[in-house]
């Protein structure tokens, strides 16, 4: 396993005419050992920090302040631990890429419970974004295509009929490629 140290940098970018140069102050890094950590993001009220652990298909919590191992969730069903993000309510969305689908999570402490999928018209998804207007956005890197999702549906899509998309089979490390939507 590769280890991978997490680090909070807290920068001072002071720049005047005399000093272009940035100034950057260490303060401290974790001891949690993460394999390939691929995305970050902080819960709205900022006690927990998420940290995406692909190589370990799980999505590590953090405390934001210490860099303290909480819990982790997700290494018994995810496959492919992409992208984070959170909304206001505080529910979490994991890209799980090669389940192809962003997967939804409540936490109720540090426990969290998978609470639905978003899986319409996208294939093996690495990013997440939920908006503040409620729409989630997904980049699909087997799909080639980005989808907006409303109220738990595809809304848009930026598919383009006759595109060709490949489904992995990662198991046995083939791809099917077709013609048409996924």
């Not at 006690?47 to 919590?61: E, G, P």
């Not at 953090?62 to 529910?91: M, N, W």
Request: proline residues 4%; contains cysteine; charged residues 20%.
């Amino acid at each position: 396993m590769i280890r991978s140290i997490l680090a909070i940098i807290l920068g001072s970018m002071f720049l005047s005419v005399a000093d272009a140069e940035p100034t950057v102050t260490y303060i401290l890094e974790s001891e949690t050992r993460l394999s390939n950590p691929h995305d970050i993001k902080l819960s709205p009220d900022g006690k927990y920090l998420y940290v995406s652990d692909v190589n370990n298909n799980q999505v590590v919590i953090l405390d934001p302040e210490t860099l303290e191992y909480i819990s982790a969730f997700g290494s018994d069903h995810q496959h492919g631990t992409h992208d984070v993000d959170v909304d206001s309510l505080g529910r979490i969305y994991v890209a799980d890429t090669h389940n192809h689908r962003i997967a939804i999570y409540e936490l109720q402490d540090t426990i969290p419970r998978l609470v639905d999928e978003l899986n319409q018209g996208i294939r093996a998804p690495e990013g997440v974004l939920v908006h503040d207007n409620g729409r989630v956005y997904a980049t699909g890197a087997g799909s080639g295509n980005v989808v907006a999702y409303e109220n738990g549906r595809s809304i848009r899509s930026n598919w383009k009929s006759g595109m060709r998309w490949c489904r992995w089979w990662m198991r046995s490390r083939t791809a099917i490629c077709c013609s048409g939507s996924p």
